[in-house]
Every structure is written in C-alpha cells, then in structure tokens.
C-alpha cells in the first residue's frame, strides 16, 4: 500500500527533523518522495498536524494472560493504537508472571495479530516472588529485551545484583520500580496534609528515593542499563541527574499524571486517585517537568493499569492502585507541556517516540522512533489545536478508571500508521 502523508510538520528527533513537507509510505516503509507524479493508494491532509515516528509505550499493564477482565492484549492494543502508540512494552506482573518464554512468545504473537508491536517485559524473579532469579538467559531467547519486577522492587540486593550482572552480560536493559516496600505502611496515597484532611494513610517519597538511590549504585558497580519507571519525586529526578553527570547508563521516564496533577488536586477520597507512586506535591510535580525539559528524563510513559469498575468505585483504602493512559497521553501532554510549559515540539516527538526508543535499545530503520528513509512505516499523526473531551466510556480498553474523566484538552491523534498500515484513523 502507497500512503502520502501531505503538508504536515514533520518531527523526527532522531535527526533533528522539523520541517513542513510530505512523506510517502509504500509496502511498509518510508520512502523517498517519488520523481515523477505517482498516485497514493491513500492520501492523508495533514495540514496544521504533527507528523512523528509511531509512538513508544516503555510501561504498559496488559492484564494477559490471567487477568483478562481488566484488559486482554487485544484490547490493550486498541487502546495504543487509538492512543497514538505502534510499540508497547507489556509489564510481567500477569498471572502466571511472565517468567517463562512460552509467555513472552503468547504475548508477542497475539499482540503481531493485533497490528501493533508489543514487546513483553520478562520477570527478574521466579513468580515475582524477590527470591530467585527467572532464566534471564532463557527469556532473552524467547526475545525478551528488557526484564522488570514492576509492581513492587526486588527488595533481596543480592539477588536484585545478581539479575544486574547478569543483564549486563546479555545487554538487556533493567527497568526498574523503585519501592521500599516496607515502609509503605498500608499508605494509599501521598504522606502530606491532604492525606491528613482525607484521613487516608500516606506514602512519603522515602518510599521511592531510597530505592531509586540503591539501584543506581547497584547499575553502578555493575555496569547494566537501568531504566528507572514512572518517576515521581524531586530527589529522584535530582539523583538521576547525578548519575548521568558521571556518565553511568542510566535513564528514567514520568507519567502523564505526575506531570499533570498534585496530591493537593485530589478532590475527595476517590479510588481513580489512586495509582502508585502516588501523585505528590508541588516541588515534586514542577521537577518532574523540568527533568522533562532538560533530558533528564528522555521518556513519557503511560502506567496504563486497566481496573475493573468494582475494584476502583471504592475508598482508596481499598482500590487497587493504578489508571488507564494510553488513550489520554497525548492531550494531556499537548496540553500541559507543549501549550502551558512551552515545551518545543521536538521536545515532545522525542519524549513520546525517540527517546523510550533509545532507552529500549530499538532506535532505528528496523525498530521505532525514527522517520528515516528506510525505516519502518511506524507514524503517528496528532493535530495539536483540536480541542477534545475525555470521555471514559468511550476507551477501547476495557479500564475506564481515570481521574481525567471529563477534562477539555488539547491534541488529537488523527491517524496511526504500524508497518505501513493504518491501525487508527479514517
């Protein structure tokens, strides 16, 4: 299929792109522009319109197998594509936990037949149990390229060491959830005054940099890539920065909804506020941006943890913890960082594609983040002045739990395009 992509403002961080012009996609890759006058098999006005490499998910909850009432990997994958993404990286913590090849490749193939690439993280742990080390080896052989405990940390730093050792022999990235589970004490959401005037026991940001502090040391001495997710407090962004002062292979990513809200936002005792790491304080929110500017943190991930309505229309005690953010990631982005932080828009095409592409370790004419000529046909089209209502029930994924609900933005994904084909749009 022959796709023109006319008068769009085309942004490819991974070269510097920014420019007005048309880009052809024939049989599945980025083609240069033919010398004599062709006719596409579809063209796409994309006048007024971003024109990026496909998005890229670091951070994804995709429920299967196990879970499959939350959310299956069919519906996940509708959810990315409607979101703008053609790459995801599913998280382990399924049931079974994704500690065996034969999940990975369950996975992986069923996300193939949905149109998009879907990358599934393999567990660091047996069972995500903290005690003994999966097959790193086996997984990478079942085509695993990065591993993960996400959901709680490895808490046992020897075994936690080891799993890094051993992903730096076989080059595979450690993505890494930063929780001192025992000093989350039964908290729910941010330990600070809000917390006291809802009368909900509070998580402080102890909780996460102590973590964060000790895997970097540990990347440190061991020489692996460490990817730190969904960070959330001043002194993580502060401590990152550090790290890669001294030039250790460390990188880390924030959501949407710690760029976007407050602890202080939090309207009532509601379970769609209720997502861990927590949403934190000013000083925190306003250092997640500016890590976001400066390359301190290179990725937006979504977090997406799709929930049955029982299991969020409930007190934040007893909610799960989690929100769905492949749907909504681009308006808010648009919204808060390109419009109200004045981000560049060059600045969000690397955040939301390029950079988790590079961190991944996928940069490039046969994986993502880059409109090269070559490259996979992996684009995404967003019109950054539409005007939006975020409306749950009208998710493709099957979790509706969102504290945005309703929220008037800016920035609508018009068209996405995985291995030349269009999986969302007209």
């Given at each position: 299929?022959?796709i023109r992509?006319?008068?769009?403002?085309?942004?490819?961080?991974?070269?510097?792109?920014?420019?007005?012009?048309?880009?052809?996609?024939?049989?599945g890759?980025?083609?240069k522009?033919?010398?004599s006058?062709q006719?596409a098999?579809?063209?796409?006005?994309?006048?007024?319109?971003?024109?990026m490499?496909?998005?890229?998910?670091?951070?994804?909850?995709?429920?299967?197998?196990?879970?499959?009432?939350?959310e299956?990997?069919?519906?996940?994958?509708?959810?990315?594509?409607?979101?703008?993404?053609?790459?995801?990286?599913?998280?382990?913590?399924?049931?079974?936990v994704a500690?065996?090849?034969e999940?990975?490749?369950?996975v992986?193939e069923k996300g193939?037949?949905?149109g998009?690439?879907?990358?599934?993280?393999?567990?660091?742990?047996?069972?995500?149990?903290?005690?003994?080390?999966?097959?790193?080896?086996?997984?990478?052989?079942a085509?695993?390229?990065?591993?993960?405990?996400?959901?709680?940390?490895?808490?046992?730093?020897?075994?936690?060491?080891?799993?890094?050792?051993?992903a730096?022999?076989?080059?595979?990235a450690?993505?890494?959830?930063c929780?001192?589970?025992?000093?989350?004490?039964?908290?729910?959401?941010?330990?600070d005054?809000?917390?006291?005037?809802?009368?909900?026991?509070?998580?402080?940001?102890?909780?996460?940099?102590?973590i964060v502090?000790?895997?970097?040391?540990l990347?440190?001495?061991?020489?692996?890539?460490?990817h730190?997710?969904?960070?959330?407090?001043?002194d993580s962004v502060?401590?990152?920065?550090?790290?890669?002062?001294?030039?250790?292979p460390?990188?880390?990513e924030?959501?949407?909804?710690h760029f976007?809200?407050?602890?202080?936002?939090?309207?009532?005792?509601?379970?769609?506020?209720?997502?861990?790491?927590?949403?934190?304080?000013?000083?925190?929110?306003?250092a997640?941006?500016?890590?976001?500017?400066?390359?301190?943190?290179n990725?937006?991930?979504?977090?997406?943890?799709?929930?049955?309505?029982?299991?969020?229309?409930?007190?934040?005690?007893k909610?799960?913890?989690?929100?769905?953010?492949?749907?909504t990631?681009?308006?808010?982005?648009?919204?808060?960082?390109l419009?109200?932080?004045?981000?560049?828009?060059?600045?969000?095409?690397e955040?939301?594609?390029?950079?988790?592409?590079?961190?991944?370790?996928?940069?490039?004419?046969?994986?993502?983040?880059?409109?090269e000529?070559?490259a996979?046909?992996?684009?995404?089209v967003?019109?950054?002045?539409?005007?939006?209502?975020?409306?749950?029930?009208?998710?493709?994924?099957?979790?509706?739990?969102?504290?945005?609900d309703?929220?008037?933005?800016?920035?609508?994904?018009?068209y996405t395009?995985?291995?030349?084909n269009?999986v969302s749009?007209?």
């Amino acid at each position: 299929m022959r796709i023109r992509i006319t008068n769009g403002r085309i942004l490819d961080a991974s070269c510097g792109r920014d420019e007005i012009g048309d880009l052809w996609i024939e049989d599945g890759r980025i083609v240069k522009a033919p010398s004599s006058e062709q006719a596409a098999d579809k063209e796409i006005d994309a006048t007024g319109c971003f024109v990026m490499p496909g998005l890229v998910d670091l951070h994804v909850h995709l429920r299967d197998p196990g879970l499959t009432y939350k959310e299956t990997v069919e519906t996940g994958c509708a959810a990315a594509a409607k979101g703008g993404y053609t790459t995801i990286f599913a998280m382990p913590n399924t049931k079974p936990v994704a500690d065996a090849g034969e999940i990975i490749r369950y996975v992986e193939e069923k996300g193939k037949k949905a149109g998009i690439h879907v990358h599934q993280v393999g567990a660091i742990t047996k069972g995500m149990q903290g005690k003994e080390l999966a097959d790193l080896k086996g997984l990478k052989e079942a085509g695993c390229i990065a591993f993960s405990e996400d959901g709680k940390s490895v808490m046992d730093s020897g075994v936690y060491r080891e799993a890094m050792r051993q992903a730096k022999e076989l080059d595979v990235a450690i993505f890494a959830h930063c929780e001192d589970i025992n000093l989350v004490q039964g908290g729910v959401m941010n330990l600070d005054e809000k917390a006291a005037d809802l009368g909900l026991p509070g998580i402080s940001n102890a909780v996460e940099d102590i973590i964060v502090s000790r895997d970097i040391f540990l990347a440190k001495e061991t020489g692996a890539r460490l990817h730190l997710c969904h960070c959330s407090t001043e002194d993580s962004v502060r401590m990152l920065r550090l790290a890669k002062e001294e030039g250790l292979p460390v990188s880390g990513e924030a959501c949407p909804h710690h760029f976007c809200l407050t602890s202080g936002d939090i309207p009532a005792d509601d379970g769609n506020y209720k997502m861990n790491p927590p949403l934190r304080g000013s000083m925190d929110r306003k250092a997640i941006v500016e890590g976001l500017r400066e390359g301190v943190l290179n990725a937006i991930s979504t977090d997406h943890a799709p929930h049955s309505e029982e299991e969020k229309n409930c007190s934040m005690k007893k909610a799960a913890f989690g929100i769905v953010g492949l749907e909504t990631v681009v308006p808010l982005t648009i919204t808060k960082l390109l419009r109200e932080e004045k981000f560049p828009a060059l600045r969000i095409a690397e955040l939301l594609s390029t950079g988790p592409a590079r961190i991944a370790g996928i940069l490039g004419k046969e994986g993502a983040g880059t409109l090269e000529e070559g490259a996979r046909a992996d684009v995404t089209v967003i019109n950054p002045e539409a005007e939006i209502v975020v409306k749950a029930d009208a998710f493709a994924s099957k979790g509706r739990n969102t504290p945005f609900d309703g929220w008037k933005l800016f920035g609508e994904v018009k068209y996405t395009i995985c291995n030349g084909n269009i999986v969302s749009g007209e």
